[in-house]
């Protein structure tokens, strides 16, 4: 039997344009043979739609700004609708300390921060997912 690859979105909700942690964390699951879809901009909707339709493992949003705990919640929640809880869902970037505990609590499986090692989000990544499969 072929081993799994990891299929991974990556993407910027709505109008968040900080982007050089999340480029940098692409480039590095590819360097790890992961498949990593990169896209920007996105509506909660269209993060869900898009996850679906490329049948990924891990749904990782970017966030550098508020606003995350909603896209988050309507994003877990239009995955658990739709059939799919079985993805894995990360997030990364500024997230103050009171949100992650809500976070977890809605399905959010992975809070990486300012100053997380790539190392530890391939590896919690490869562990998760296999779990999972």
């Known amino acids: ?34 498949e990593v879809i990169y896209l920007n901009f996105l509506e909660p909707s269209e993060v869900v739609e898009t996850a679906i339709e490329e049948d990924v493992d891990v749904v990782g949003l970017s966030s550098s700004v508020q606003g995350h705990v909603a896209v988050l919640e309507d994003v877990t929640s239009q995955l658990q609708t739709r059939g799919r809880d079985d993805v ?26 300012p100053g997380s090692y790539v190392n530890d989000i391939v590896q919690f990544i490869r562990e998760k997912v296999s779990a999972r499969i």
């Open 88 to 113: 894995l869902i990360l997030v990364g970037g500024v997230i103050p300390e009171e949100d992650v505990e809500p976070l977890r609590a809605m399905g959010v499986s992975g809070v990486f921060g």
């Open 1 to 34: 039997m072929a081993e799994h690859k990891i299929r991974v979105l990556l993407c910027k909700t709505t109008m968040e344009s900080h982007d050089r942690g999340v480029r940098f964390l692409a480039t590095k699951l590819r360097d790890a043979g992961m």
